[in-house]
């Protein structure tokens, strides 16, 4: 059965910062990485999708790598615009996306 | 809202009425499927569907009917509301080239 794990539940950080979010998971094949931010009150925001081990994708401050048994999301010198829930999921067969339960992220000035 | 629309954005039940939970998609994409997120449950996948007609079950589907009968339209039926399914419900679609999830801005249910 897949799992994903992320880890810590929640994490505060002060403006600037840098620090990093884990993604654990366990898939029998994968077919895609998936780190969402959510904003309270509203839908999941799409960030990445990473397909294979060594892959790394940039966007602003944000940073998400994989290995083959997890994914780091690197926030570099945040602002308090970071903060949020980030939700990683996979995907193995089909569509379907198996996801974590979030790590919350509070930046405060 | 990511191509994605839901409606009505807030719900209140009572136990054992119905309702449909809307959502329409303006991307002509095939996919598309119903989440619900609970407090330290994560997001968890309910029904599902690969295109007009052709509907399946995820992981909670217990409660909840689907049909597909336009690509654009992939409403969520309660047909006896129970307070076990008081939740925030997401509906999305995928699209091509990355099979990328879209997701839409939710709604709130509470089920009295």
């Known amino acids: 059965e897949d799992q994903v794990t992320q880890s810590p539940e929640a994490l505060r950080l002060q403006e600037g910062e840098s620090s990093s979010l884990n993604c654990s998971y366990t898939v029998s094949g994968l077919r895609g990485l998936f780190w969402y931010r959510q904003d309270p009150g509203k839908g999941p925001e799409f960030l990445f999708t990473l397909y294979s081990a060594g892959e790394e994708k940039e966007k602003e401050r944000l940073k998400a790598t994989l290995t083959k048994k997890e994914s780091f999301l690197h926030i570099t010198a945040p602002k308090p615009e970071d903060s949020a829930t980030y939700l990683c999921?996979?995907?193995?067969?089909?569509?379907?996306?198996?996801f974590g339960k979030g790590t919350s992220l509070l930046v405060t000035p | 809202n990511a191509g994605v629309t839901q409606t009505p954005k807030f719900q209140v039940l009572k136990t054992g009425q119905s309702m449909t939970l809307q959502c329409a998609q303006d991307?002509?994409?095939?996919?598309m499927s119903w989440y619900r997120q609970d407090p330290g449950m994560g997001l968890r996948l309910i029904h599902y569907s690969v295109g007009a007609g052709i509907t399946d079950q995820g992981e909670v589907p217990n409660g909840y009917n689907v049909s597909r009968s336009t690509t654009e339209d992939f409403p969520l039926r309660l047909l006896s509301a129970a307070p076990s399914q008081t939740s925030v419900y997401f509906c999305?679609?995928?699209?091509?080239?990355?099979?990328?999830?879209?997701f839409g801005p939710g709604t709130r249910l509470t089920v009295l």
């Open positions: 999305n679609r995928t699209g091509p080239p990355t099979d990328t999830q879209y």
């Open positions: 991307m002509n994409h095939e996919y």
């Open positions: 999921a996979v995907r193995d067969s089909g569509y379907a996306l198996n």
